[in-house]
């Protein structure tokens, strides 16, 4: 069983920064693939960036590519979302997830963290 705490989360100004943290305890941080994703009030669950393993593949949503970038340090068990140019469209909670496969579908993460608000004004 893998627990997964967010933080990084608040509110920020458009064209502000913010980087997400998420913290993993309970298994073997390493060997899991890992997910950031977020859903706005009255969205569905929306893939963001993902990252192997390893942390030697990344791959992100195409509209994400350039502001977002996912990172993760495995000897301290914590995966990184950095957010820059944050506009606020990027309105949401941020979950992290972690599974088995490498996938940019909430199906495809068995273990999901609470979540943490990210709110840009305007």
């Known amino acids: 069983q893998v627990q997964l705490v967010e933080s990084g989360g608040g509110l920020v100004q458009a064209g502000g920064s913010l980087r997400l943290s998420c913290t993993a305890s309970?298994?073997?941080?390493?060997?899991?693939?890992m997910g950031w994703f977020r859903q706005a009030p009255g969205k569905e669950r929306e893939f963001v960036a993902g990252?192997?393993?390893?942390?030697?593949?990344?791959y992100s949503a195409d509209s994400k590519k350039g502001r977002f970038t996912i990172s993760r340090d495995n000897a301290k068990s914590t995966l990184y979302l950095q957010m820059n140019n944050l506009k606020p469209e990027d309105t949401a909670v941020y979950y992290c997830?972690?599974?088995?496969?490498?996938?940019?579908?909430?199906?495809?993460?068995?273990?999901w963290g609470q979540g943490t608000q990210v709110t840009v004004s305007s």
């Open positions: 990252i192997a393993g390893s942390g030697g593949g990344t």
């Open positions: 309970g298994g073997s941080f390493s060997s899991y693939n």
């Open positions: 997830a972690a599974g088995r496969q490498i996938s940019a579908a909430p199906w495809g993460y068995e273990y």
